[in-house]
């Protein structure tokens, strides 16, 4: 029998059509959910195979590598070129699950009926914990000014095009195939570009309405064009600060800014009108400097807005894969979901994304992040968390791979019933047990998969 449909023998609990603790038919119904619920996973580059692997394996993709232009005449001799990749090594540190309890006065309900009230809410939390591990991943491509378009919350009807033609731009000049491209907006930044002409005449586009109607933005100035709820994007709520300038700069300025500050080096600060994610390497009052330089030109009186600090509590060794814990920032005001938050000083500073958080007191949060630390966190060290707007990605597929393996079934001795489905490059397993404690069967569903940057030349963030 093929392992990875394998289903150990046992006794059905209860009498229903549907056979509901059946763990295949649960795998095969989750993986259509989980494909529904993930738009971002089928954008990016997928290496799978429906090989069995352990959280930690590492996993070898490629880089896909090109040719150089050679010419010849009659009678001269082919020179082969090799087909050269770079290899990319892949950890599969990210194991995303859910797991649930259907209770004894339940198990008589159709499988349907428990798919509605258990596996499709787990579905769609695992589904945006890849998204928003995949999307979260955005800071990578954060580079320089100039690697990077437009301005944070500055993305408006007046400018969605010149800002989509920067970044093809950018993504030309960079070598990017034309095929393959794709534009990821937040919900913000597409109701931004449905307010353009360009987007809404069915005359001009050919889609006979459906990106006013249906809110389908399609192809688009060479990219393939996708709404995606989990893009990094915060807009209120945040714990800050407001400062102000006392002097304008042109922009290229990369010297002392005169703000009276009371924050920390290494604070994400924004200066309004250069709109950035740009952080204080030195916060002595009155001569603040960021880390680069303005791209654009700011005014006297400008708000500069402070993000303040918060503290590490615990300590979390290098690879840590679970919550971080952080406190002292403002009662209910903790780093959000989709907003950036840093680590560290100077070389050792990391950023990562927030994908999930749980509220432990008004000053003391939970967070999970877009993928395990790797720099160890001390206990009462600064985390610095990032600023308002949101993060769109313009991007071709090799940028990022996501890479999934099946999880190993348990021995056939254990009792639990299991089975490994792949699908469309994805394994889910399913594993089930009744548990007189728990007065029902437990059922987990889980997925092993592991994120990386393949070319970081290969995609360009659009700020909005």
């Known amino acids: 029998m093929n392992r990875f449909y394998l289903s150990q023998p046992f006794v059905a609990c209860y009498e229903n059509s549907l056979d509901a603790y059946v763990p295949e038919l649960w795998a095969n119904e989750g993986l259509a959910i989980l494909e529904a619920n993930m738009p971002m996973a089928s954008l990016v580059n997928r290496n799978f195979e429906a090989v069995v692997a352990r959280f930690g394996d590492v996993v070898n993709t490629r880089k896909p590598g090109s040719f150089k232009i050679r010419r010849k005449t009659d009678g001269t001799t082919l020179v082969q070129q090799d087909a050269t990749a770079t290899n990319v090594p892949v950890t599969l540190n990210q194991w995303f699950y859910e797991s649930f309890v259907i209770r004894d006065g339940e198990g008589s309900k159709s499988f349907q009926e428990l798919t509605d009230i258990y596996l499709r809410p787990a579905m769609i939390s695992i589904a945006e914990g890849i998204e928003r591990a995949l999307l979260g991943r955005v800071h990578a491509f954060l580079g320089t000014p100039a690697q990077r378009v437009g301005r944070l919350g500055g993305l408006s009807a007046s400018n969605a095009k010149d800002y989509v033609l920067e970044a093809r731009q950018a993504l030309d000049i960079n070598k990017a195939p034309a095929e393959g491209r794709r534009l990821v907006l937040a919900p913000t930044s597409e109701t931004a570009m449905l307010k353009t002409d360009l987007f809404l005449k069915a005359n001009e586009r050919g889609d006979g309405g459906l990106a006013l109607t249906q809110g389908v933005l399609g192809h688009i100035l060479g990219f393939d064009t996708y709404k995606a709820q989990n893009v990094n994007s915060v807009l209120t709520g945040a714990d800050t600060e407001a400062l102000a300038l006392t002097e304008p700069h042109a922009a290229g300025f990369a010297g002392s800014l005169e703000i009276v500050v009371t924050g920390t080096a290494n604070e994400y600060v924004n200066v309004d009108g250069n709109d950035q994610p740009t952080y204080m390497t030195d916060a002595t009052s009155g001569a603040v400097v960021l880390n680069e330089a303005l791209k654009y030109a700011v005014l006297d009186n400008a708000v500069v807005t402070r993000y303040k600090k918060c503290v590490i509590k615990g300590s979390y060794a290098l690879g840590w894969s679970k919550v971080v814990t952080v406190d002292g920032h403002t009662s ?69 791979a996501l890479v999934t393996r099946p999880l190993a079934l348990p021995d056939n001795r254990t009792g639990v019933m299991s089975a ?45």
């Not at 990562?352 to 790797?374: A, Q």
């Not at 889910?428 to 393949?454: F, H, K, P």
Request: hydrophobic share 40%; aromatic share 6%; net charge negative.
């Open 332 to 400: 209910g005001k903790p780093p959000q979901v989709g907003q950036l938050i840093a680590f560290g000083t100077g070389g050792t500073r990391k950023v990562y994304t927030v994908i999930e958080t749980d509220v432990v007191s008004g000053t003391e949060t939970d967070l999970y992040l877009d993928r395990p630390v790797e720099v160890a966190l001390v206990n009462d060290e600064n985390g610095w968390p990032g600023p308002y707007g949101s993060m769109n990605l313009a991007f071709h597929r090799d940028a990022l």
């Open 420 to 464: 490994v489905v792949p699908h469309n490059g994805i394994g889910m397993r399913v594993l089930m047990q009744y548990d007189i404690n728990a007065g029902g069967m437990i059922v987990s569903c889980d997925i092993l998969a592991g994120v990386a940057v393949l070319d970081s030349a290969l995609c360009v963030p659009i700020l909005g």
